[in-house]
Structure formats: C-alpha cells, structure tokens
C-alpha cells in the first residue's frame, strides 16, 4: 500500500509538472487546463447574454437531464445481467457526460469575466470591428468575445484568434499584421462599434 501511494503521488506530481511545461510553450490554452475532470481555470471571457447562456444551460443539465439520466441508469439495471447490459453502458457514459460538463460550467460561471461595453477609440474585446484586407481589398465585420462564446458562422471570433490578436488596441485606420501558417498579412480597421 505504501508502495502505491508514493507511485500515484509521484505520478500526480509528474503530470502536474509536465501541464505546467505545456501551458508555458502555449500549447493549449492559457485559460484551460482539465485532467481527470479537474479543471484549473483562469479569467474567461464572456458577454452578458453568453453568461446567461451558461447559466441556463447548467440550469437544464441539473434540473431536467441528470435525473432523467438516472432514471434511464435504473431502467437499465432493471434489465438484469449488467456485464452484457449495453443500455446500462449507454446510460453510463452519458450520465459522466452530464456530469462533466456540470462541472465545466460551473468552473466557467465562476471565473467569468463580463465584457462590458467598451469606448470606440480602440478595438477591445466586446467591440464589432469593421475590417479591410489590404492586400485585396475585401471587407470583414467581426464582433470579439471570449472563446467560450467565438461562433465563426455568426462572425464571432475569440480574443485569441490571429485577427483579434492583431487588431486589438488599434484606432480606426491603422493596420496590424496578422500570423498565418501561409504567412502574414495585414488588415486594415475601418470602423469600431
């Protein structure tokens, strides 16, 4: 027993340090890091409305799903042999799906950030940010959230994607350049709302 507890503490250790060596190479995100359904969690970003969001959907999963998952977990051991019992599996794993993202909002919920409504001399996160690509010409309108809110089909990107990283902090009509695998290339800022 002895043996065993210094083996799971040093390896517990081991992985603590190597998550620490991955987040300072930037290899995954600052603000995340899960291991075992441990979440470590720095600021995150988000609107009023995507705060909201969060909070109903973590009102949902507590409230409607988890006792409807484990009202189908005891349907399934009412079936009998649980060895062979597929939908027992079923209800299992959704049940730690459930669970997990549980967890994840609630981390979420605690460390948000709400963006609030930021002055028009410069981009910042929470600002609608009119574009140009200079090289030819084409015209973007992009609004910047957090990560947790970026939806690239509603023209919502994070405030650590290439382009908000290169426009934030600019004043209307002057040019960042953005990092590309393909190579930089420089857009202009047209308007700010």
């Known amino acids: 027993k002895i043996a065993k507890k210094t083996y799971r503490y040093s390896r517990k250790f081991y ?9 300072k190479k930037s290899i995954i995100p600052n ?17 009023a409305n995507g705060l909201e969001d969060m909070k109903k959907e973590l009102e949902y999963l507590k409230m409607e799903k988890r006792p409807a998952v484990i009202e189908a977990l005891k349907e399934a051991r009412a079936l009998g042999d649980l060895s062979e019992n597929a939908e027992y599996d079923a209800a299992r794993n959704e049940q730690a799906e459930t669970e997990s993202r549980i967890k994840t909002l609630e ?19 929470g600002n609608t940010v009119e574009i140009e690509y200079v090289e030819d010409g084409d015209k973007d309108t992009y609004h910047i959230v957090g990560s947790q809110e970026a939806d690239p089909f509603e023209n919502k990107i994070s405030n650590e994607s290439p382009i908000a990283k290169a426009i934030i902090d600019l004043k209307v009509g002057e040019i960042g350049k953005v990092a590309s695998p393909n190579g930089e ?9």
């Not at 992985?15 to 987040?23: A, E």
């Not at 290339?185 to 709302?193: A, D, F, G, R, S």
């Open 31 to 47: 603000n995340v890091i899960e291991l075992r359904g441990e979440i470590m969690q720095e600021e995150i970003y988000v609107t």
């Open 185 to 193: 290339y420089e857009v202009k800022v047209l308007n700010i709302q």
């Open 15 to 23: 992985v603590k340090k190597s998550l620490t060596n991955i987040k």
């Open 107 to 125: 981390q979420m919920i605690e460390n948000a950030t709400v963006i609030e409504k930021n002055s028009t001399d410069k981009v910042s996160i």
